[in-house]
């Protein structure tokens, strides 16, 4: 069971998972409901908002204690918990996932900006661990991702500070040249 946050990469898990051999198989709110712990294929793939509704959540939970489940949270830091509290998706998704024999979240973010934190990462004095690292440089050198590209672009760039001493804001002249980030 794949779960990510939009459709369009839901669809692009959809395609890869059948171009490799593994069937998949729509499923919504009320299927779930009718469909007690049946899986519709071999596997299948959700945006989060579906699989955390309230349907869906039980309806995973029963396929996950059913049979051996791999779970791929993608983008995982849409979701986050603290305790009892967090994002709805993410109290839902580790209700639904808490009986999953395999879960594999993934992102390359992290982190949230409201401090929750992401389930299934081990945290110490707030600081989330992961399991494996894989960082950009890696990926790019393996070819699994794409180079980051920064056209250059000639032009004006006016550059504005703000004061240590008054705190008022200084515009600097434009210069010309590279803009090098």
């Known amino acids: 069971i794949v779960v990510s946050p939009r459709k369009k990469i839901r669809d692009q898990w959809d395609e890869m998972l059948q171009l490799n051999g593994i069937p998949t198989g729509d499923i919504n709110r009320q299927q779930a409901q009718r ?7 071999r596997a299948m793939s959700l945006t989060y908002q579906l699989a955390c509704s309230s349907e869906m959540v039980d309806y995973v939970r029963l396929v996950c204690a059913k049979y051996r489940v791999l779970i791929i949270g ?14 709805s998706w993410g109290r839902a998704f580790a209700s639904a996932t808490e009986s999953a024999r395999f879960v594999l979240p993934m992102s390359g973010t992290p982190f949230r900006e409201d401090f929750y934190q992401l389930p299934f990462l081990q945290y ?29 672009r000639k032009g004006v760039i006016r550059f504005k500070r703000k004061s240590e001493e008054t705190g008022e804001i200084i515009e600097e002249p434009g210069r010309r040249g590279k803009m090098i980030i």
């Not at 993608?74 to 994002?87: L, M, P």
């Not at 894989?134 to 991702?145: K, N, P, Q, R, T």
């Open 35 to 41: 469909r007690g712990d049946s899986m519709p294929k």
């Open 74 to 87: 993608d983008e995982i830091h849409w979701t986050g918990v603290a305790g009892q509290t967090g994002t």
């Open 124 to 152: 110490k004095d707030r600081i989330g661990t992961p399991d494996y690292d894989f960082s950009y440089g890696e990926a790019l050198l393996m070819g699994d991702v794409t180079p980051i590209m920064f056209e250059d």
